[in-house]
Nanobody, 120 residues
Framework: QIQISESGGGSVQPGGSLRLSCAVS????????MGWYRQSPGKERELVAM???????SYAESVKGRFSISRDNSKKTVYLQMNSLRPEDAAVYYC??????????????WGQGTQVTVSS
């Protein structure tokens, strides 16, 4: 069983920056993809950014050029640097880990979410 711990959310003014962190602990064989999703009231959860274990990444069009995802495999941690934040970026941000266990079973696990508020 793994544990996912997110941190770094908060309240900023438009144009501001935040850095989210997500640390994964517990026993597993491999963690290929790690990523961030977000969900705001009345909307479906949407992908923000994903990064694979070898570093390839992808972003939602709405955040390209403003957000940057990175990971430290030695620390089992993924980061999301968010710059030039806009009111429409406000949401609960969730970390997702794509886990592979020793005998090949794969599953996705999610963090509890961290709130990001962008307002003046």
């Amino acid at each position: 069983q793994i544990q996912i711990s997110e941190s770094g959310g908060g309240s900023v003014q438009p144009g501001g920056s935040l850095r989210l962190s997500c640390a994964v602990s517990g026993s597993f064989y491999k963690m290929y993809g790690m990523g961030w999703y977000r969900q705001s009231p009345g909307k479906e959860r949407e992908l923000v950014a994903m990064i694979q274990d070898r570093g390839s990444s992808s972003y939602a069009e709405s955040v390209k050029g403003r957000f940057s995802i990175s990971r430290d495999n030695s620390k089992k941690t993924v980061y999301l640097q968010m710059n030039s934040l806009r009111p429409e970026d406000a949401a609960v941000y969730y970390c997702k880990a794509e886990i592979t266990e020793k005998y090949g079973h794969t599953y996705d696990d999610w963090g509890q979410g961290t709130q990001v508020t962008v307002s003046s």
